[in-house]
C-alpha cells in the first residue's frame, strides 16, 4: 500500500496473496493509516533513510560511477533523467521497485517529454540497476527488453549544403563573438561543439607558427583519449582575431555568470535561434556541421582513416597503419584541403577549388 508521510509518498508492502488472506490485508492497512495519523512511519526511520533505498542508491550512482564514466554533458542528463525517477519511486528501496513500475515510467516520459527521452531514461536506468546488481544492492533487475518506447531509432543525416554553409559563416561574421567566431572553427575543425567551447590558449602549441596544434585534453573528450588535432591557416587567422580581442587569457570563447566569474561559453540555444534569422537556414543543429565536415572530406578524396582521426573516433586495428607524425600530417593536408573548399563556397566559385592530394 502506499502513503504519505512528511510530505512523501512512500510504499511498504502488506504480505503475499494467498498466504495473507484479504481480510488480514485490511487489517494490517487499517494498522498502517494508524501509525501514519500517528506521524510514524511504519517502515521505520532507520529503513526510510537504508543506503538501499532508491534515491540514496542513484545519489551515490552519480557521484561515484556517473561521475567518473560519463562526460559532464551525459553526467547532467544522466541526473537530470534519473531525477525523474526519484520523484516517482521517492520513499522506496530498490528491492521494492518491479518491471511494471519502470514501463509506467518510461510511459510518463515519452508522454511528458519525448520517445527518444524515454528511450535515454531506459538506457540509464539499466545501467544504473545493473550497477546496483554488481553491488548486491539488488537480486533482480527490473528492466527488460521490450520496453523502449522506440524499438529503432532514425539516424540523423541532416548536413548543410553550399549555400546553407555560405549563409551560416556569413551570419557567424555579422554575430561577432564569441558564438560567431566558435561557428567558424566548429566549421573549419569538425569537433564537437562542447570540445571546441571549452577551448583554452594553452591547448594550442605553436600558435605563431607555421604549423600549430591543438591538444584536447581526455577529459574533454568522448573516448577518453588526448586528441592532437593540427589547425589550418584559416583557422589559425580566426584564433589570432580572438587573441587579439584579448577577451580571455584562458579560455578561447569565454562567457561571464551573473556573479562575474569567467567561464567557457556554454550556452548556445539563443545564439543558436538568433543565427537561424540572421542565415535564414533552417532545421539544423551545430552538431550538423560535424557531419557537414566529414562529407566533403570523402568528397574531396581524402581517406576514411584520416578523417576518422580528424574526428577522434578510434577505429580498432588500423589506427596505427601511420606513425603519428605521418598521420598528423596528413590530417593537416586534409584541413588546408577542406579550408579550400570553405573558402571556393565562400567566393561562390564554379570551378572547384585546387585540392591537395593525399597519396595512398
Known amino acids: 500500500m502506499k502513503y504519505t508521510i512528511k510530505g ?15 481480510s488480514e490485508a485490511r487489517a494490517k492497512a487499517l494498522a498502517v493509516h494508524s501509525t501514519v495519523a500517528n506521524g ?3 517502515r521505520g526511520e532507520t529503513q526510510a533513510r537504508d543506503a538501499r533505498g532508491f534515491s540514496a542508491a542513484v545519489d551515490t550512482y552519480l557521484t561515484t560511477y556517473s561521475k567518473a564514466n560519463h562526460r559532464e554533458r551525459t553526467q547532467e542528463e544522466v541526473r537530470r533523467l534519473l531525477g525523474d525517477a526519484k520523484s516517482a519511486w521517492n520513499g522506496q528501496r530498490l528491492d521494492e521497485i518491479n518491471p511494471s513500475d519502470v514501463v509506467a515510467l518510461l510511459d510518463t516520459c515519452a508522454e511528458k517529454r519525448s520517445p527518444t527521452q524515454s528511450n535515454r531514461l531506459y538506457s540509464y536506468l539499466s545501467g544504473f540497476f545493473n550497477w546496483a546488481a554488481d553491488r548486491h544492492m539488488i537480486e533482480n533487475v527490473p528492466i527488460r527488453r521490450g520496453m523502449k518506447a522506440i524499438k529503432r531509432e532514425a539516424t540523423r543525416d541532416r548536413w548543410l549544403r553550399d549555400d546553407e554553409l555560405r549563409a551560416v559563416w556569413n551570419a557567424a561574421d555579422v554575430y561577432g563573438y564569441a558564438f560567431g567566431p566558435l561557428v567558424k572553427t566548429l566549421i573549419l575543425t569538425g569537433q564537437r561543439l562542447r570540445q571546441v567551447a571549452g577551448m583554452r590558449w594553452e591547448e594550442i602549441e605553436g600558435l605563431d607558427s607555421d604549423k600549430p596544434i591543438w591538444r584536447i585534453p581526455s577529459d574533454r573528450m568522448k573516448g577518453k583519449r588526448e586528441h592532437e588535432l593540427p589547425l589550418s591557416h584559416p583557422t589559425i587567422g580566426i584564433l589570432e582575431t580572438v587573441r587579439n580581442l584579448g577577451m580571455s587569457e584562458e579560455f578561447v570563447f569565454a562567457a561571464h555568470t551573473l556573479d562575474g566569474d569567467e567561464v567557457p561559453i556554454n550556452w548556445f540555444s539563443k545564439p543558436k535561434m538568433r543565427l537561424d534569422k540572421l542565415s535564414a537556414v533552417t532545421n539544423w543543429r551545430l552538431h550538423d556541421l560535424r557531419r557537414t565536415v566529414a562529407s ?25 597503419i601511420y606513425t603519428r607524425s605521418d598521420r598528423t600530417e596528413r590530417m593537416r593536408i586534409a584541413l588546408e584541403s577542406w579550408s579550400c573548399r570553405v573558402q571556393a563556397v565562400l567566393d561562390d566559385e564554379k570551378q572547384s577549388p585546387s585540392i591537395l592530394k593525399i597519396r595512398a
Do not use: C, Y
Not at 503475499?16 to 488472506?21: D, Q, V
Open 8 to 22: 512523501k509518498q512512500r510504499r511498504t508492502k502488506l504480505g503475499l496473496f494467498p498466504e495473507m488472506k484479504l
Open 296 to 320: 566533403n572530406l570523402e568528397q574531396l578524396g581524402i581517406e576514411r582513416i584520416t578523417i576518422s582521426a580528424i574526428l577522434a573516433h578510434h577505429v580498432a586495428g588500423v589506427t596505427e
Open 40 to 42: 510514524e512511519d511504519p
